[in-house]
């Protein structure tokens, strides 16, 4: 038998044990994997499994289309930070809701269920506290077919932990709630989150807002390994121009929302920062909207 594999087999044991040993008892005579494994201790299995005496072809894909298909993977043997997604929808005038403080469907259902599968494959959903009060989500996975293994967890950007113990948020129990306050905030407000159910980081304040690098430490600290940041523009924009997202998800309708709209990227932003950005796949139609993926070219 032949065996197909997306990654080279590791021959290392982590969370499981080691792919190759897997692969020599099970008896395949050949193995074709897509993309060599950059990680030290895990590379080096086509070797070992040429060694076994099974027939190896690959990697047969360059490791930019690997990194393509499954960014976080090679994100995670980079850096310690998270893998940082931003997910907006937007009409057709770039704008993320009608009026300020009144949430807005501005893609259909089909987005939208493809908006709850980008979800499942994160550890992590997040959003700015403005989105927390306007549209007071829920943030869990509950539409398309994809159940996660782990409910991502949901977090708020809240500098003054002011966000009411009232909100969805609190109510479901499904995902760890982790707010992100500024150092100095009100105790008593950190204990009523507490009580509340939250996970509570207090980290220093830098221009814009909560410093997102130490938001991304922090995270890190607590097992989070990637992040969707699904608005609002503020949030967004402030991932975009500090360079800390790897991926845009930008679901664009094809209606305009008008003048007194919320834009989806205030900015501002470094000079140049948008020439970086390219379409990592071809945009995809779902219902009246547009999915294209952007990426950020090192
Ligand atoms: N169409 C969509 O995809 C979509 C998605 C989400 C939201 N929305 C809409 O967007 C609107 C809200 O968006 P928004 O842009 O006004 O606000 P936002 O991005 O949701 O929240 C911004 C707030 O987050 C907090 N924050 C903390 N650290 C920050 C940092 N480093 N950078 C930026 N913000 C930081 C600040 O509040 P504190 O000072 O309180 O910390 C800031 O005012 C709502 O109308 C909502 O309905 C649309």
Known sequence: ATAYVSLEPCRHRGKTPACTDALVRAGVERVVYAVADPGGSAGGGGAALDAAGIRVDGPVWPVAVGRRENP????????????????????????????????????????????HELRAGFDAVMVGSVTARVDNPRLTVRAG???????????????????????????????????????????????????????????????????????????????????????????ASSFLAEGMACRLYLFQSPYVLGSAGVSAFPGPFPEGMWGQWVPAFDPERLG????????REA
């Open 72 to 115: 976080m993977f090679f994100h995670k043997h980079e850096t310690e930070r998270p893998f940082v997604a931003v997910k907006l929808a937007v009409s057709l005038d770039g704008l993320i809701a009608a009026v300020p403080g009144q949430q807005t469907a501005v893609t259909g259902p089909e987005a939208l269920r493809a908006a």
């Open 145 to 235: 077919s994809v159940i996660p293994r782990v409910p991502p967890a949901r977090m708020v950007l809240d500098s003054e932990a002011s966000l009411a113990e009232t909100s969805a948020l609190f109510r479901e129990r499904e995902g760890r709630v982790i707010m992100f306050v500024r150092e100095n905030a009100q105790q008593a407000e950190l204990e009523r989150l507490e009580r509340a159910g939250t996970e509570v980081h207090p980290v220093p304040v830098a221009q814009g807002g909560l410093d997102l690098g130490a938001v991304l430490d922090a995270s890190s600290e607590t097992g989070i390994r990637s992040i969707l940041c699904e608005g609002g523009g503020r949030l």
């Open 288 to 295: 009246d909207d547009v999915i294209t993926v952007y990426e």
